[in-house]
Structure formats: structure tokens, C-alpha cells
């Protein structure tokens, strides 16, 4: 589900402190602690199963999605397919999916910007990127980044022009977003190692912008 944001408002009440408030576990952190305590108790899987999937997951990082940015930056072609099937364009670089989840590309333009939440809980696009911060998890980003996102954006220092649209895609179980930003211009000489570089979690989110000062922290 896509959102379309054409507020004009720059100016907000909330500090960036709000959307990373922590709060106490919801119904569906319960939900998953007890669904998976029954599990183990019947005998469908042990603690050794439950432990190499959670390896498997720490073994995914955004340095993996930063890998397909620099490739789709570097080779049109690569990001036609990336675009079209989102997927299948990482598998072809050797990124398997652990799951039957869908992955959609998003990229920005200098007339779109896109920007990812999940809405009922924090589905996120893992193979590509890792665990997902812990702000993204929260109420507040995930209320806000739909009713709100200029506002959203601006706390992360992200100032989106009034003639850009801003599309908010609102990811499920089934399907996940990747946003592809913008190259930053003075990259025309980066070869895909050092466009890699350049790549954060955050600019893959949609909640900063590429930019050829920053650089990706392991």
C-alpha cells in the first residue's frame, strides 16, 4: 500500500526523541514469545533451529542492500531489473530470500521521494538489510511516517522540496520495500566499491538522502 504525502508544512512539534521513544512490548512481541515457547514445547523445532536462524539473520547486513544500489547506480541495465523485479535482481547477485516474501524497489527521483514503514508491526526487507533499527519498530514512527512524513523526514535532517511528492509504502508480510536513492552528484568517478560505501541503512529506508560525504558504518 502506497501513501501520498503533498503537505507544504515544514514546521513540527516533535522532537526526533519521539519517534525513537521506547516503549513496553505490544500484543504481537507477546503473541511471538508464546507462539514460539508452544512450538518448542510440541517438538516442531528446538532452541538449535531457532539459534541458526537467528544467525542467519545476523549474518545480513545493509552492506548487502548497499551492494545493489552501487550495482543499479553503476548499470542500467541491472537497475531495469532491479525495478522490475526486486528479487530476482538481488539473486542475481547472490542474496537468497529466506522466505516467499516479494521485494519492490522504489526509486527516487528528483520529482518522488519514498519512504518505507510498516504500519501493523515491522515488517522489513531482512535479506537485504538485517534487523531493522529500532526506531522503525516503534508507534510513533510508524503512525507518523503515514500521517506525517515531511514532518518525519525533517527530524532526520531531510528536507524535501514542496514540489517533490513524498510516497510512503506501507510494507506487509508478503512484501517488502527497498528504496533506491538518488546517486549523489560528484560520484561520476566512484567505482561500485566506493558507491557501496556511500550507501546507509537509513537512505534505503527513505529517511535521509545519499550523499557522497557519508559513509556506511559496519
Not at 531531510?158 to 511528492?165: A, F, M, N, S
Not at 567505482?191 to 538522502?209: C, Y
Amino acid at each position: 500500500m502506497a501513501h501520498e504525502e503533498n503537505g507544504h508544512d515544514h514546521d513540527h512539534d516533535h522532537s526526533h526523541a519521539e519517534i525513537g521513544q521506547t516503549e513496553r512490548p505490544g500484543y504481537y512481541d507477546n503473541l511471538e514469545t508464546v507462539v514460539r515457547e508452544l512450538l518448542v514445547s510440541k517438538g516442531y523445532f528446538g532452541p538449535d533451529e531457532i539459534r541458526r536462524q537467528i544467525e542467519v539473520l545476523d549474518s545480513r547486513t545493509p552492506a548487502l542492500g548497499a551492494m545493489v544500489v552501487a550495482r543499479a547506480w553503476a548499470d542500467d541495465a541491472f537497475r531495469k531489473r532491479l525495478l522490475d523485479d526486486g528479487r530476482a535482481a538481488c539473486e542475481e547477485l547472490g542474496i537468497t530470500f529466506y522466505d516467499q516474501t516479494g521485494l519492490i524497489v522504489l526509486e527516487n527521483t528528483d520529482k518522488v521521494h519514498n519512504l518505507i514503514v510498516c504500519t501493523l508491526c515491522s515488517c522489513y526487507p531482512r535479506p537485504v538489510l538485517g534487523l531493522p533499527p529500532d526506531w522503525y519498530k516503534l508507534k510513533p514512527y510508524r503512525a507518523r511516517a503515514v500521517s506525517e512524513p515531511r514532518k518525519v523526514l525533517a527530524e532526520f535532517g531531510t528536507i524535501i522540496p514542496d514540489d517533490v511528492e513524498i510516497r510512503v509504502s506501507d510494507s506487509t508480510a508478503m512484501v517488502r520495500f527497498l528504496v533506491l536513492p538518488k546517486r549523489p552528484e560528484g560520484t561520476e568517478d566512484f567505482d561500485e566499491v566506493q558507491l557501496a560505501a556511500i550507501v546507509t541503512r537509513d537512505t534505503m529506508i527513505g529517511v535521509v538522502e545519499a550523499s557522497k560525504d557519508i559513509r556506511r558504518g559496519e
